[in-house]
């Protein structure tokens, strides 16, 4: 039932273009809503015994001369990558629900994302889901270059060929590992013993193609360029469920596939997530841009899931992905709050002209909001950006103690952003009113609308729900990670 | 060969060719229409009194052409469908084995469409003749795939050649065409005289032109500088036909310059064929002389000669459309890379290799045949073919935009278009090929290839989708006027879809009827 939401957010994708532009964000909501439900609705209804492997849920025959079947799977880390799809999803649209320039064009190229993302998630046969990750990237492209705001064709160019170019990497693994165990099936590979010799050069090959996509230093510089360009959508969509795609893929496919190669490379890419971390977040503190702010923060918090994979341990393993969920959810509502309540009413995302506008006045649930996505973004016990990083840093400590040390700088920096960019943005010194804000003419008619509020809502309830109680994700993602083939 | 007199069979040889006996026919029939139609034009242009009706009688007379060429193309499509499984005639001069069949109804349905995008051409004058030369070209192709002999292989090529040439040259109204029919065919005709002298080289080492005799023949004769340069020569006159680099300089003027269909049959039909008898001479008659094109473990023979060619296309062909501005020059330089990846499956060699060529040949030739037709549209409504006369085209005509993307994206390889599919094919195929990823070089250079080729793609989509149209560009609402170019375009675009979603269908027919 759950591979419904790829076919039902194909089938809205394709319905928005034929009907008329009236109904494009209604079906939008409606499709993205019912993904959500069918998330749910798993989440409630298998059981966690279910959930502790790959069950199989479509499995046909597609291309049987090559061996590629159309296969489809679920267990605890798809499931819970499948809920935040969901969340972000239906966010993203009420969040862009004002949107009115080409709007059909608009959210034909968001569900085409959603789409992809679900499938990726869903996948097992290697041949699905690199269609799918690829078919993730091109509507991506649109969205930004169409539709984004600041240097929007560079952005969206250079956030294109860096995820194509990770694309390229990601094809010449799976080709490799397809070639030589003669199956595309992840379940079937995961049993095949491949020499250590070829793993030594295919694994890194592999998974820094998917860690391109997750964001990993250095080759991060498309996600701040490319989040700062992308309309509000698709800056949510972006740091929400696509570097995430990156993450999940390296763990599901990378690791799972060439283990031996993953145990030679995995204090390299300890040191790169350290790095991303430390790195993105001392940038974050310097930047004027609201976004980029965000941006590099998307970049640092991303780190934690990278080091959480590579941590090698079950409870590293299940806080990185325990972290994809949590950032995506946060990384969505730091997004709208600065791309749509304030960018849209203000014009502005200059940090020095925010502070000046007295906003946590003028518009005190987006200051509320902001409040509340800061503190999860801190790691703030209670949300569940705490949860989820204590949970790796704990795995951490087990295999590399010096990167709990250094990382724990990193979260002090984060902090640190974090409360300057709220300060400046919301709780600025009311000095002369400067800003467009107070003196526009309109301002009194934009107040927040309902749908953002809704999308707001839906957001922070989630971060709450999983940082008051983290076991409803960890107990699916616990079994299902132990059972995964590299802890053997 | 002694005895040919002897056995040969009249009623048996008409049965078997028949097919290309009813193209060649109906390429009569609308040669017939033709001049008869302009005669009458003639007659009615010396009184110079009513010339609308003399643009109606042109009108109407170009419409029975058509219609005449594309009903020839579709009796002989039911015609190759009704031949025999297999019968081989004269040595191997006319074979047919269900690959000659698939790719006579492949080639048949490309010069179909080609003729569909013809028939909205306004810029050409004398259709009748053009069709029939068209139609006389899909002859040449027909010969090339269904024959196993040097010497028909010679004249199918030469055929096809010679009539590809007055096809480049055909709009006689402009300078480009001109110079693309006389480059085309300047180099055309000296790769031909390779062509023939390799031939006659290989001829003079194995004693016959019949490929399998060659086959045996070779086997057994120890490797010789003679053969080397019988093989190179051979090679030569086709890696012209594919485009592949360094043999491509004619590609570029010849599909900016030609009529559109002309350029659209030059890159689809030619290149199938082309690609069928190049892999029939270097799998069936040379395939002794493989050689080995791994990294580790190079060998002297074909193989790395074609390596060779296809990594030159890729990096040539990818580097230099960067650098384009007019997109059928982009397109041009863009077949050269495709030529290159194409090449991948010959390489690689075997059942699996040859199959994927095939695959990739016939899905790159749709797609072309499809981005010429919204060319040709964007160029009919706004007189250029620059990337400033697509700008803008989402908002002016959102059907060819979507169908435009639909060809973009499948060249360079995004799923789930069938490009994407091809592409897995053929490199899956190549890495299988070596022991030990041997080919990985190539696989490793064509995957990079297709990296750079999307950022080409993705500037004629932006030119389509971001940019915002020019003043002077005019909406392309009128729909009726090009309605038959406007459904050929979609109808390809769907073909691609189709094949990306469900490539098993074309994919198992080719592998099954493979030798």
């Not at chain 1, 840093?393 to 920096?413: D, E, F, N, R």
């Not at chain 2, 001109?178 to 290989?202: D, V, W």
């Not at chain 2, 060998?299 to 296309?313: D, E, N, T």
């Not at chain 2, 290839?449 to 080409?456: A, D, E, P, T």
Request: proline share 4%; hydrophobic share 55%.
């Amino acid at each position: 039932m759950i591979a419904w939401t790829i076919y039902l957010t194909f089938t809205g994708g394709v319905l928005l273009v034929m009907l008329p532009r009236t109904f494009a964000r209604w079906i939008a909501l409606l499709t993205t809503l019912a993904g959500l439900v069918l998330g749910i609705v798993a989440f409630l209804r298998m059981p966690i015994a279910d959930l502790a492997h790959f069950t199989t849920i479509v499995s046909v025959p597609w291309v049987p001369a090559l061996g590629i079947n159309y296969h489809l799977a679920i267990d605890g880390v798809s499931l819970t990558m499948v809920l935040v799809t969901g969340i972000s999803a239906v966010s993203t649209v009420l969040f862009s629900w004002d949107v009115d320039h080409r709007q059909r064009e608009f959210f034909f190229w968001l569900l085409l994302v959603v789409g992809g993302c679900y499938g990726v998630f869903l996948s097992v046969d290697l041949f699905l889901f690199f269609a799918f990750y690829e078919l993730v990237i091109v509507p991506k492209y649109f969205l930004i270059a169409i539709f984004g705001s600041t240097n929007k064709e560079y952005g969206a160019m250079k956030l294109t060929l860096y995820s194509f170019f990770g694309g390229m990497l990601v094809f010449a693994g799976i080709l490799v590992a397809y070639v030589t165990a003669g199956s595309l099936d992840l379940n079937q590979l995961a049993q095949f013993h491949f020499n250590p010799q070829m793993q030594s050069w295919a694994f890194p090959v592999l998974f820094l193609g998917f860690a391109v996509l997750a964001g990993i230093w250095p080759l991060h510089t498309w996600a701040p360029t490319g989040h700062v360009a992308a309309p509000t959508a698709g800056s949510m969509l972006l740091a929400g469920i696509v570097m995430k795609l990156g993450s999940y893929a390296g763990l599901r496919v990378a690791m799972n596939v060439f283990p031996e190669g993953f145990q030679m490379w995995s204090k390299w890419i300890a040191a790169l997530a350290v790095i991303g971390i430390v790195y993105a977040a001392a940038v974050a503190l310097r930047q004027r841009d609201l976004k980029f702010v965000i941006g590099y923060s998307s970049v640092s918090h991303m780190g934690f899931a990278l080091l959480g994979l590579a941590t090698a341990n079950a409870l590293g393993v299940s806080g990185a992905v325990l972290q994809m969920f949590s950032h995506g959810v946060i990384a969505a509502l730091l997004f709208a709050v600065a791309g749509r309540m304030l960018y849209r009413r203000t014009h502005t995302r200059e940090l020095d002209a925010l502070s000046g506008m007295n906003l946590s006045r003028a518009l005190p649930f987006a200051a509320f909001t902001f409040v509340i996505a800061s503190a999860a973004s801190m790691g703030i016990p209670g949300f569940s950006g705490f949860a989820a990083e204590i949970t790796i840093l704990i795995g951490a400590w087990k295999t590399y103690p010096i990167a709990v040390w250094i990382t724990g700088a990193g979260m002090v920096l984060a902090a640190a952003f974090t409360l300057r960019a709220l300060v400046k943005s919301f709780f600025g010194e009311v000095r002369v009113q400067t800003g467009r804000v107070p003196i526009d003419a309109d301002w009194k008619e934009q107040p927040i609308t309902l749908a953002e509020k809704c999308g707001a809502c839906l957001l922070m309830f989630a971060t709450l729900a999983v940082g008051l109680y983290p076991k409803l994700l960890l107990d699916r993602i616990m079994p299902a990670v132990e059972a995964m083939r590299f802890l053997k | 060969m002694r005895s040919l007199a002897s056995t040969i069979s009249y009623l048996e040889l008409l049965k078997l060719a028949f097919p290309e006996v009813i193209v060649v026919i109906s390429a009569l029939v609308v040669l017939g229409i033709g001049l008869t139609s302009r005669r009458g034009t003639a007659v009615s242009g010396v009184s110079s009194a009513k010339p609308p009706t003399r643009a109606v009688d042109t009108a109407a007379a170009t419409g029975w052409c058509s219609l005449a060429a594309a009903l020839g193309v579709v009796i002989a499509i039911a015609a190759v469908l009704m031949l025999p499984r297999n019968a081989s005639l004269f040595g191997g001069m006319l074979v047919i084995t269900p690959l000659t069949s698939l790719f006579k109804i492949i080639c048949l349905v490309l010069a179909f469409f080609t003729v569909c995008l013809a028939r909205s051409e306004k810029a050409l004058r004398h259709m009748g003749e053009y069709l029939a030369i068209i139609l006389f070209a899909t002859v040449g192709l027909m010969l090339l795939v269904g024959s196993e002999e040097l010497l028909m292989i010679f004249i199918g090529l030469e055929l096809l050649g010679l009539s590809l040439y007055v096809m480049a040259a055909f709009d006689k109204t402009d300078v480009r065409s001109a110079e693309a029919g006389l480059k085309y065919f300047l180099f055309g005709s000296t790769s031909s005289a390779f062509t023939l002298f390799g031939i006659s080289l290989i001829y003079g080492m194995s004693g016959s032109t019949g490929l399998v005799v060659i086959s045996e023949k070779l086997a057994g004769a120890p490797a010789q500088p003679l053969l080397a340069t019988g093989i190179i020569m051979t090679l030569i006159g086709f890696a012209f036909k594919i485009a592949a680099a360094p043999f491509h300089l004619w590609a570029p003027d010849a599909y900016q310059g030609a009529p559109i269909p002309s350029a659209a049959f030059i890159a689809s039909g030619s290149k199938v064929a082309s690609f069928v008898v190049l892999g029939k001479i270097v799998l069936v008659g040379f395939g002794p002389v493989h050689g080995s094109s791994a990294w580790h473990a190079m060998a002297a023979g074909w193989s790395p000669i074609l390596a060779v060619l296809a990594a030159l296309s890729i990096l040539i062909g990818n580097l230099v459309a960067l650098a384009q501005t007019s997109v059928r020059r982009l397109l041009a330089y863009s077949a050269v890379a495709h030529a290159g990846y194409t090449l991948l499956g010959l390489v690689a060699g075997g059942r699996d290799g040859f199959s994927a060529t095939l695959f990739y040949a016939v899905i790159y030739a749709i797609t072309l045949v499809g981005a010429f037709g919204v060319v040709a549209v964007v160029r009919s409504e706004s007189g250029g073919d620059d990337l400033e006369n697509f700008s803008g085209l989402a908002a002016r005509a959102p059907l060819l935009a979507g169908c435009m993307a639909i060809f973009m994206f499948s060249l360079a390889g995004i799923p789930p278009l069938a490009g994407f599919f091809g592409k897995f094919y053929l490199f899956s195929a190549a890495l299988r090929a070596g022991e030990d990823h041997g080919l990985l070089w190539l696989v490793a250079l064509a995957l990079f290839g297709s990296f750079v080729s999307l950022y080409y793609y993705l500037i004629v989509l932006k030119a389509i989708f971001v940019d915002q149209p020019s003043r002077t560009a005019p909406a392309l609402d009128d729909v009726w006027s090009d309605l038959l170019q406007r459904i050929t375009v979609t109808v390809l675009a769907a073909a691609i879809l189709f094949f990306g979603i469900m490539p098993g269908i074309l994919a198992s027919r080719i592998l099954a009827a493979m030798p």
